[in-house]
T-cell receptor, first 113, second 113 residues
């Protein structure tokens, strides 16, 4: 089984940088994913980490430390449209094809002007 | 047009009624999933299917059933709806075993009175 923890809410100012943390416990790790979900909309894929280190994609970066069971999503140059819920999801390594994603409860980010 | 389409988008029903939520996709993906989302609980996996002949239970399958009528269609049924099944339901597709990127439908909001 898996246990995924992330803060419930965060607030930041337009133009600033914000870091959303995610910690996880799993019996077998096979990748960590970040999704963005605007209110009333479907989640959309942001990033994927399977090896330790930083993955950068434009204003968004995601970091992974497998030994610490820790990831963060870094959002730079915040814009009002970045106000959304950010979901951390872990894929567990298992035999066969049963590699499913388990989602955290999400971090609701509010960007203030 | 959306790649993953869910119908209905909103439904209000009464306790004990049978409800079917339908999902169709044009992405050509083999893998399809049904999740429910409750406030503060993130996305929970109900059922998933890797092809037409493959159906698997997720974390919270009790009270639900599914049917994979074709590669492009995956429906979720509540045989006898109860109020605690009031939630936002998402269908998603995935391309394969080694990718965790999921593509979500726009969601079906179900209210059971």
């Amino acid at each position: 089984g898996q246990n995924i923890d992330q803060p419930t809410e965060m607030t930041a100012t337009e133009g600033a940088i914000v870091q959303i943390n995610c910690t996880y416990q799993t019996s077998g790790f096979n990748g960590l994913f970040w999704y963005q979900q605007h209110a009333g909309e479907a989640p959309t894929f942001l990033s994927y980490n399977v090896l330790d280190g930083l993955e950068e994609k434009g204003r968004f970066s995601s970091f992974l430390s497998r030994s610490k069971g820790y990831s963060y999503l870094l959002l730079k140059e915040l814009q009002m449209k970045d106000s959304a819920s950010y979901l951390c999801a872990v894929r567990e390594d298992s035999s066969g094809s049963a590699r499913q994603l388990t989602f955290g409860s999400g971090t609701q980010l509010t960007v203030l002007p | 047009d959306a790649d993953v389409t869910q119908t209905p988008r909103n439904r209000i029903t009464k306790t004990g009624k049978r409800i079917m939520l339908e999902c169709s996709q044009t992405k050509g993906h083999d893998r399809m999933y049904w999740y429910r989302q409750d406030p503060g609980l993130g996305l929970q996996l109900i059922y998933y299917s890797f092809d037409v002949k493959d159906i698997n239970k997720g974390e919270i399958s009790d009270g639900y059933s599914v049917s994979r009528q074709a590669q492009a269609k995956f429906s979720l049924s509540l045989e006898s709806a109860i109020p605690n099944q009031t939630a936002l339901y998402f269908c998603a597709t995935g391309a394969g075993a080694n990718t965790g990127e999921l593509f979500f439908g726009e969601g079906s909001r179900l209210t059971v009175l």
